[in-house]
């Protein structure tokens, strides 16, 4: 018997040769980073909005806005970091 493994699993599919291989990505849908890069400016675009619309500084609904961004970047770029 021989020591390798077949590459199929399941008829009509391959697994990769080398689990450390990268699998391919659908490109068509956001990627977790997209996700990300879009959420920080809806959250501080949202912290605009209050800002206007209720009677605090803007400074202030702007900071609470910037201060609740801060999680998204340190999950993107520390957390998670692209490879």
């Known amino acids: 018997m021989s020591g390798r493994q077949s590459r ?12 450390n ?3 391919p990505t659908d490109q068509s849908k956001p990627s977790r980073y ?4 879009a959420s920080i ?6 912290a605009a909005t ?9 400074w202030a609904s702007l900071s609470l806005g910037a201060l609740a ?9 520390a957390l998670n970091p692209p490879t």
Do not use: F, K, Q, Y
């Open 8 to 19: 199929r699993d399941i008829s009509g599919t391959v697994r990769p040769a080398n689990p």
């Open 21 to 23: 291989e990268p699998e």
């Open 34 to 37: 997209d996700i990300l890069l």
């Open 41 to 46: 400016p809806i959250v501080m675009l949202g």
């Open 50 to 58: 209050v800002g206007h619309l209720v009677p605090v500084p803007l």
């Open 69 to 77: 961004s801060v999680p998204m970047v340190v999950d993107g770029v």
